[in-house]
């Protein structure tokens, strides 16, 4: 083939660069920037930011921007495909969609008649959580969750449990005045763009960024400040910059007596709140009176110091029992620094910086506004220090108390939901309350009794049966992890294998790559997915997985449903769902087919609303039992959650001019994709901080449909329905513990944020394993989506661990390039590097680089198969026995995530050369190889 | 050999803040997806789905690390493209004069019709900001998005380069730096812009902004001192705060 250059070679100023452009929504990762998509000839020329979108203002990262090759890739599947060989064996056959729905209505049907529980159907990195938990709760099982256990759901539980809402999807620094942002656990976390669009903000205007992580990359690369911590440590640094904010008075005492429970009176006996008899509210001892009142009083000023007597009990207010704990010496700096892996004196500075920043600085806005109670301030007083944290604080097994820790303390600072300091973005903010309560009610025939997932308030909300056992396969909600409000995707296969607590029939999973990077010990897992029983079945009978890309998962499953790509597909990113707004607008946003599949493939969640009429699911079907929805984008526009209240909030009513609530309107996603794919409805100026106690915000929300009545509430320092649990494994109540998790439960479910060692170090022989194992998302992939494209598998096909200087020399890396990685549940064989911009104590490697040969259309001999790696192989989802008998959960005991970094592992040099190990034999690829060389762009 | 003008009109390149750059390499894919569909041939990959993956690229992110002998290491990640030299030694190397340096703007620009890909002008480049296409067997660099900076086409805001278009984190400023009121040129001077490898005599015109002074707080030491201990120093404390409010 001759490329050599002709007509385009000229240097032309003004060449046409498209036929057209239309706008949508990227899905090169979950953060859900706008795109313009040119079109040329019907093909995609070229993706770039949307100006006007409100995620990411006209920039666009690299993987965004490397969309075509995502958009053309040869891993794409092509038809529905049946199982003909062995799982794993990747041998399968192409049906047709009418085959392909015959034989899951075949599996599901019987399964919804007699015991709907045995239909386990899990959705991974699913941006249509209202929708696939809505078929979910329609088909009647109670065994539905996305990924968030396995990724941050401690993050997002702490947060709506401690003040209605966390950060990426929940809020945002106010990035256009604050003047300093400390970021902890962030490499490439969500969200993408934004964060960097921040930093860029910041950078421009000389504030200041302080970087909380043990390695030196990516934002921490250039944070003014690097605290390379020891991972697993950040709550007990949080506590001690608390301690010393603490020691010297600076926490902001006006705005922690209006807006949090610290003046609540709790009683020294049990741990609860005196509430009023006949409403139930919690009281607070009123300052100007020297009598209890409810919190909510209309003047009532709360004493944060003074105890109260009542009924002979001694009661006082939290913040002083707060104060207390925090005051103990041993949340020192000087105590806690070596733990930490700093010094006293950086700690220390880190907290004087916090102080002067959010209390000399303060911002002064001047813009009145009405609290709840109905006072008007004729100001608007911001503390200009910001936070954002992600998966480094919370996929540890003390992640929940962390992240709680870490929002107590910008609470304590007064920096949330003021100027310069932390903002909510609708429908956030939204206290634990007003979520729902999970459910698990099983009628065969029947829908669910409720939603799924939900937030628990007291023992009496958990899905455990009378004999103790989980109600749902994940054991989401029992004392185990009581508050796992994102159920637990990472334990369903094992647990299902296991079939513990039951068996299942069909394991149903959308877009998580379960084979592969998103399990905790891969090998296990896949030998899981293939094991038989005595009688030669499958122990777990029927997989249908649903996927874009010939993902490793592909190859394990029974029945194959082929999504699109993201630019042939119809998706609502909505404000039922995880939606896109910002601290100052609301707003939602559609996918929509910019371009048509040339294969014979469906948007997943049309392929739902099909199944779901085939198996006559409610809502599915019209009285007559024909199918009510044509496909997604139907749904999208007639579907009502609420009457009035549908999937997008833009462009509703009969003439399509009602924003938030209307009936729905038959031109609504045209109106969607003239406006650029999405709709923004601003929030008014007055309304724009304080929004949980601002009449003028709490007024919106209701008019715009994000809830039905005023719901403000205070921001829970104390969080009483921990100490609900606690004493319960004290013996209080009538929903009891098992015995064995009665300590466990005291020590950390504490209603107060407690700092306690990571489990695994509590099990494993610290000198044995002396380094923290960790991984990092590249800024350029995610996920596993990454390597099968042809651009960005260029700047990483293979991964490394970066080991740092003293270790690497003293174990003689240098020599071979190459070790052993030993933990207490796996070995496996890597490439090293030496790094130093890294804590002495740790090694880590980017995460999801390691491909299983054959996947994704790679060859066999890819540089992702033979020296990338995974450190998957070395994690457990059960931490190594400790004697008692028991097998422990290797996650966070309140919320059941993952506690991926948690690891400690010993490092060994190793011969020299790969591949690396396990190796694992290729999988035949259903889709075949991808070309040899590309050229993209020679026909325009 | 190819001669270089004496004096461009203007001097158009970039200025790229090292203190702001986070290594996403945004700049890296959106030149190449903008670049590969438009100026001259497409840039390549070969072996696009084997064991050696190797493409053409105009831009690339190198991240390095650096030890200081006192103070934590730091990483710097530095985009590297063609520099746009006022001397371009790629350009007077050139046997064909396929390479050269625009008068007007100053652009430097492979014309692939007259280049025979010698390679001798990526010998000559001391910056390694130069591909040779194992395709189309041609010259690929940096052309400043020549087809885009002057584009009727699109929007007058969005003519600029495709890199700056896109950097996320607004790491990378366009402009010409003749113009000493320009935004370039004042962002060069307030933050000490510097020339890559100056003693290479090739007079880039693209600057480089350097990462700010890092870890205060290794040499300040600044702490809050409190002396408030429970319980009556808190209650006193408490007590007299709350009056105040």
């Known amino acids: 083939m001759s490329l050599k250059p002709t007509a385009r070679t000229e240097a032309r100023p003004s060449p046409k660069v498209s036929d057209e452009i239309r706008k949508t929504t990227c899905y090169m990762c979950a953060c859900r920037c706008g795109i313009d998509v040119h079109l040329q000839d019907g093909k995609v020329k070229y993706i770039e930011g949307n100006r006007d979108h409100p995620v990411n203002q006209g920039v666009l990262c690299a993987k965004g921007s490397a969309g075509i090759m995502q958009h053309y890739a040869p891993s794409r599947l092509r038809a529905p495909l049946k199982r003909t060989g062995p799982r794993g064996s990747g041998h399968f056959e192409e049906i047709s969609w009418d085959e392909a729905y015959d034989i899951a209505v075949s599996w599901l049907k019987p399964l919804r008649e007699t015991a709907p529980e045995k239909l386990a159907f899990f959705t991974g990195r699913d941006q249509s959580q209202s929708f696939t938990s809505w078929f979910a709760q329609a088909f009647g099982t109670p065994n539905y969750a996305a990924h968030g256990g396995f990724c941050s759901v401690n993050m997002a539980a702490a947060g709506i449990y401690t003040m209605g809402g966390a950060f990426w999807e929940f809020g945002q620094p106010d990035w256009d005045r604050t003047k300093l942002f400390m970021i902890f656990g962030v490499a490439e976390d969500h969200d993408s763009n934004p964060i960097k669009i921040g930093l860029g903000k910041l950078k421009a205007r000389g504030a200041k960024v302080i970087g909380v992580n043990p390695i030196r990359s990516g934002y921490n690369a250039v944070a003014d400040e690097w605290i390379g911590i020891t991972p697993g440590t950040d709550g007990l640094f949080v506590l001690a910059l ?197 459910h698990a009610g099983v009628r065969p025939g029947e829908p669910l009794d409720g939603p799924h997932l939900g937030y628990p308030m007291a023992p ?26 994102h159920g637990l995707m990472h334990m369903v296969i094992s647990n299902a294998h296991a079939g513990d607590p039951y068996r299942i029939d069909t394991l149903f999973m959308y877009m998580a790559n379960m084979a592969w990077n998103s399990s905790m010990n891969t090998s296990e ?229 407690v700092w306690y060692e990571p489990f695994e170090e509590t099990v494993v022989d610290k000198d044995e394993y002396p380094l923290h194992a960790l991984t990092q998302r590249p800024m350029h992939m995610y996920h596993s989506w990454g390597s099968q494209n042809a651009w960005l598998r260029q700047i990483t096909n293979a991964n490394k661990l970066y080991v740092p200087g003293k270790v690497f020399d003293e174990t003689g890396l240098a020599e071979t390039g190459w070790a052993y990685v030993t933990s207490a549940h796996g070995r496996i064989k890597v490439p090293v590097a030496r790094m130093e911009a890294l804590n002495e104590r740790t090694v880590w490697t980017w995460n999801a680089i390691g491909k299983k040969r054959g996947a994704w259309s790679l060859s066999d001999d890819a540089p992702e198969a033979t020296n990338g790696f995974l450190l998957n192989h070395l994690i457990n989802e059960l931490l190594p026995p400790k004697g008692d008998g028991r097998r422990w959960a290797n996650s966070d005991p309140v919320t059941g995530q993952a506690a991926w970094f948690d690891l400690r592992v010993k490092i060994e040099k190793a011969p020299p050369g790969g591949p690396s190990e396990p190796a694992h034999p290729p999988l035949k690829s259903p889709v075949g190889k991808g070309p040899k060389t590309i050229a993209y762009g020679e026909d325009f | 050999m190819t001669s270089l003008p004496e004096k461009t009109g203007k001097k158009l390149g970039l200025v790229i803040d090292l203190d702001t750059c986070v290594g996403c390499h945004a700049c890296v894919v959106n030149c190449k997806e903008w670049n590969t569909s438009n100026y001259g041939a497409p840039l390549s990959d070969m072996d696009a789905y084997g064991s ?189 705060a709350l009056e105040a409010i």
């Open chain 1, 242 to 438: 608390i301690h010393e904010l603490l020691k010297a008075g600076k926490v902001d005492l006006g705005y922690l007596s209006r807006y949090t429970n610290a003046g609540f009176l709790i009683g020294e006996e049990d741990g609860l709140f005196l509430r009023d008899p006949d409403t139930g509210k919690p009281m607070v001892l009123d300052r100007t009176t020297g009598k209890p009142a409810i919190y909510d009083t209309p003047g009532v000023k709360p004493d944060l110091a003074k105890t109260h007597r009542h009924a002979g009990a001694t009661y006082r207010p939290a913040f002083l029992t707060l104060a207390e704990t925090y005051l103990d010496p041993a949340f020192a700096p000087d105590a806690v620094a070596d733990r930490c892996g700093l010094t006293a004196d950086r700690i220390k500075w880190v907290a004087a910086e916090l102080a002067r920043v959010a209390f000399d600085e303060e911002i002064v806005l001047d813009q009145p506004w009405t609290d709840w109670k109905g006072e008007r301030h004729d100001r608007m007083i911001g503390r200009p220090v910001a936070f954002h944290a992600m998966r480094g604080i919370s996929a540890h097994s003390n992640g929940f108390q962390t992240c709680r820790a870490l929002h107590v303390l910008q609470i304590l600072l007064g920096s949330v939901e003021v100027p310069g300091g932390f903002r909510f973005k609708p429908p956030y903010p939204k206290p634990p309350e007003a979520h729902p309560k999970p």
């Open chain 2, 52 to 240: 050696n993956p190797v493409g053409t690229f105009l831009n690339r992110v190198h991240s390095y690390e650096v030890t200081p002998d006192t103070g934590l290491a730091q990483t710097v990640h530095f985009p590297k493209s063609c520099l746009h030299c006022e001397d371009a030694p790629c350009v007077t190397v050139c046997p064909t004069g396929a390479s050269y340096k625009r008068v007007e703007d100053g652009i430097v620009l492979v014309n692939e019709d007259d280049c025979m890909g010698c390679g001798l002008c990526a010998w000559a480049c001391p910056y390694g900001a130069r591909e040779l296409d194992q395709l189309a067997g041609v010259m690929k660099k940096c052309t400043l998005c020549v087809d885009r900076i002057y584009n009727d086409n699109i929007p007058e805001e969005d003519r600029v380069p495709a890199c700056v278009r896109t950097c996320p984190a607004g790491a990378r400023h366009f402009g010409d730096f003749a113009d000493p009121d320009s935004p370039v040129s004042r962002l060069t001077a307030e933050r000490g812009g510097m020339e890559l490898m100056p003693e290479q005599g090739t007079k880039p015109v693209n600057r480089y902004l350097p990462p700010r002074q890092k870890d205060a707080s290794l040499s300040e030491i600044k702490a809050l001192g409190g002396d408030i201990e429970e319980p009556k120093g808190l209650l006193a404390w408490l007590d007299k």
């Open chain 1, 525 to 753: 897992v896949i030998r899981m997915l293939t094991d038989t029983d005595a009688s030669g079945e499958y122990v777990i009978p029927h997989i249908i997985y649903a996927d874009a890309y010939s993902s490793e998962t592909v190859a394990y499953a029974d029945l194959i449903l082929p999504d699109t790509t993201y630019l042939e597909r119809h998706d609502c990113i909505s404000l039922l769902d995880r939606p896109i707004c910002e601290a100052e607008a609301a707003a939602d946003a559609i996918r929509w087919p910019v371009a048509e599949p040339d294969r014979d493939v469906k948007g997943f969640q049309s392929a739902l609303i099909d199944l779901g009429a085939r198996l006559g699911l409610p809502g599915f079907v019209n009285e007559d039992g024909s199918q009510k929805f044509a496909d997604y984008a139907d749904y999208m526009v007639n579907h009502e959650r609420r009457p009035g209240v549908g999937p997008l909030a833009g462009w509703r009513g009969e003439n399509g001019d009602c924003h938030g609530r209307g009936a729905p309107h038959p031109d609504q996603l045209q109106k969607y994709i003239d406006n650029g794919g999405f709709w923004i409805g601003h929030i008014p100026e007055e309304a724009q901080f304080y929004k949980p106690w601002n009449q003028a915000y709490q007024d919106w929300a209701v008019e715009i449909g994000l809830f039905d009545a005023q719901a403000p509430y205070v921001f829970n320092l104390y969080l009483e329905p921990m100490r609900l649990l606690q004493r319960a494994a004290e013996g209080h109540g009538p929903v009891q513990p098992p015995d064995h998790l009665r300590e466990r439960i005291k020590a950390t479910m504490t209603p107060l944020p």
């Open chain 1, 460 to 485: 009496e909300h958990l899905l455990v049966n009378e004999d103790g056992s989980a109600k749902r396969i994940d054991k989401a909600f029992t004392w185990e992890n009581p508050f796992s409000a």
